[in-house]
């Protein structure tokens, strides 16, 4: 099996930054596409950034120029340096990973993290 955790996650002010993390762990292969989500509550699911293992990346209009996505890949992590935060960046976010596990990473999982809450006071 697959495993993502999150960390980083707090209380911050406007305007200012936060470093979030994602490791994961397990019988893995190999991980192909990675992305972070953000839920704000009472609101849809959204997807904020993604990185392929070839390192190209996507964002999310409300994010662009903000956030940066980044990962190891030998490692298995993936960060997100959130920048400039605004009080609607405010979110519990979770780390998503397209992960191949098992012998000669036989099994596929979408594996998702548990989640790490984002305050951004005004």
């Known amino acids: 099996q697959v495993t993502l955790v999150e960390s980083g996650g707090g209380l911050v002010q406007a305007g200012g930054s936060l470093r979030l993390s994602c490791a994961a762990s397990g019988d893995i292969f190999r991980i192909n596409n990675m992305a972070w989500y953000r839920q704000a509550s009472g609101k849809e699911r959204e997807l904020v950034a993604t990185?392929?293992?070839?390192?190209?990346?996507t964002y999310a209009d409300s994010v662009k120029g903000r956030f940066l996505i980044m990962r190891d890949i030998s490692e298995h992590t993936m960060d997100l340096q959130m920048n400039n935060l605004k009080p609607e960046d405010t979110a519990v976010y979770h780390c998503n990973a397209e992960a191949y596990w098992g012998t000669l990473g036989s099994k596929y999982l979408l594996a998702w993290g548990q989640g790490t809450q984002v305050t951004v006071s005004s």
């Open positions: 990185i392929t293992v070839d390192f190209r990346t």
